[in-house]
């Protein structure tokens, strides 16, 4: 970096730069960034933008972006009380009626399948489809 674009970076993002300049020069060839260093980006990152900090570490936006959204999911913040939810089950109640539906299938060599399914009985429904596409008859 010119001591212009030195002079532009606060100093964490200094800082930051600094230790990966002193890990590359100590480094084999084709050695991967320890965990250490990453986790001091991501936390520049969060601080000063992905893009900024990417370029001051010279490291690649989007490795960069990724371990950040990784270690947003999984940071203790994220599970905290009140945040919002990851998964939410979400139980449907049987059909009063008994809905009916009619499937079928048929192949370039003129096999036929058809399927008539009533409530809920779709729990074999792909692997049946998967047997009869793949030829398993």
Avoid: N
């Avoid at 600094?18 to 601080?47: D, M, N, Q, Y």
């Avoid at 371990?67 to 449907?92: D, I, M, N, T």
Wanted: charged fraction near 30%; hydrophobic fraction near 35%.
């Amino acid at each position: 970096m010119t001591r212009k674009k030195t002079a532009d970076l606060s100093g964490e993002l200094e800082t930051g730069r600094l230790h990966f300049e002193r890990w590359r020069e100590r480094r084999r060839l084709h050695t991967p960034i320890p965990e250490s260093l990453w986790a001091e980006a991501v936390k520049l990152a969060s601080r000063y933008g992905v893009s900024r900090t990417a370029r001051a570490l010279r490291v690649g936006y989007y490795s960069l972006k990724e371990r950040g959204e990784r270690a947003a999911a999984c940071s203790p913040a994220s599970s905290a009380k009140g945040s919002q939810a990851l998964f939410l089950e979400l139980a449907v109640p049987p059909e009063r009626g008994t809905g009916e539906c009619v499937l079928e299938w048929e192949d370039v060599t003129g096999a036929k399948m058809r399927v008539r399914l009533q409530g809920m009985a779709t729990s074999d429904l792909v692997a049946l489809s998967r047997s009869f596409w793949e030829g398993q008859r």
